[in-house]
């Protein structure tokens, strides 16, 4: 009869392992989950919108597609605006505002900073805000 092959881990080690591998799956399962695909663009339902949001979204087009997508779905440059992270309770509509006066920092993905965009002013940001909420809601975000 052959002989058993002796690990050279010590049971404790090879434990140590074992339970950093499960917490590695169950991050990536959770992240999943919460956030979805880690494709940075998603399919985008656009519903009949309000008369404020359809001038949004011409606003959009104009100035924030290129990065973001014409609805707002997401490029490979920038993170599309109809995603769990953008929901109200987590980015309500002043971090929207702040966005397009100050720029923001790169946090949620990694696409770098987005600039300040100075040629929209503070009228045409809320009826892209209203956009965004109604195509949002439209693709299931509260």
Do not use: A, L
């Given at each position: 009869m052959g002989k058993k092959k002796?690990?050279?881990?010590?049971p404790g080690l090879q434990w140590t392992v074992l339970a950093g591998f499960v917490v590695v799956l169950v991050g990536g399962w959770v992240w999943t989950m919460q956030f979805?695909?880690?494709?940075h663009v998603v399919d985008v339902t656009i519903p009949t919108l309000s008369v404020q949001a359809d001038r949004g979204r011409r606003t959009f087009e104009a100035n924030c597609a290129s990065c973001h997508g014409p609805d707002a779905g997401g490029t490979n440059q920038g993170p599309p605006l109809v995603?769990?992270?953008?929901?109200?309770?987590?980015?309500a509509d002043a971090a929207f505002r702040l966005a397009v006066q100050r720029g923001v920092r790169q946090h949620h993905w990694s696409?770098?900073?987005?600039?300040?965009?100075?040629?929209?002013?503070?009228a045409e940001v809320a009826t892209i805000i209203a956009f965004v909420r109604e195509i949002q809601r439209a693709n299931g975000i509260p």
């Open positions: 002796k690990s050279h881990m010590s979805g695909s880690p494709d995603h769990k992270i953008y929901e109200p309770n987590h980015h696409f770098g900073n987005m600039p300040p965009q100075p040629q929209v002013d503070r």
